[in-house]
């Protein structure tokens, strides 16, 4: 994994940029398909931000980097990210045993994301969008799952 070069990043030590996330899913294909288990791809984007930051002046980069904080203390060691763009963020959970692991992870991802709009003195909800897809079960191969997660989010 390289250094991200901007402050946060030392705070998390999962993340991956946009280069290696295709090259990580893949690698975590080939060990879930010699194990017989699934990986997990979850394309998280925050609903609402261009009304939040119009009305409100509240920034969605801060919002995100107030979530990813939480987010953080709930990854496991081999799980990754990669901040896509301001608001969305990419989510490989490699080894899953069953697939309901991923829904637990979503949820736990979107109440982060509740508690840090709390946080804003505005009380603003931005609620986050997202899509998931599974190793074998929507795709064979790291594009593929990645696409299928995107699709699956609908923005």
């Known amino acids: 994994m390289r250094n991200v070069p901007n402050a946060i990043a030392n705070f998390f030590p999962h993340q991956i940029d946009r280069t290696d996330l ?25 609903t ?14 801060s919002l995100v980097d107030a979530a ?5 203390e709930s990854l496991r060691t081999e799980d990754l990210y990669a901040r896509l763009s301001d608001d969305t963020i990419a989510f490989v959970l490699p080894s899953l045993k069953a697939p ?23 009380g603003w909800r ?19 799952l990645i696409l299928r997660a995107e699709i699956a989010r609908g923005l």
């Not at 990580?24 to 925050?46: C, K, P, Q, S």
């Not at 309901?100 to 505005?122: D, K, P, V, W, Y």
């Open 100 to 122: 309901a692991q991923c829904l637990l992870a979503a949820a736990r991802f979107t109440r982060c994301f509740e508690i840090a709009s709390e946080i804003e003195e505005h």
């Open 126 to 144: 931005s609620v986050p969008a997202i899509g998931i897809a599974l190793y074998p079960d929507h795709a064979h191969d790291a594009r593929q």
């Open 48 to 61: 609402r931000r261009s009304k939040q930051e119009a009305l409100f002046g509240v920034s969605t980069a």
């Open 68 to 72: 990813l904080v939480r987010i953080s």
């Open 22 to 46: 295709l090259r990580f899913t893949g690698h975590a294909i080939d060990i879930a398909e010699a194990a017989e288990m699934h990986v997990g791809v979850l394309i998280l984007t925050l």
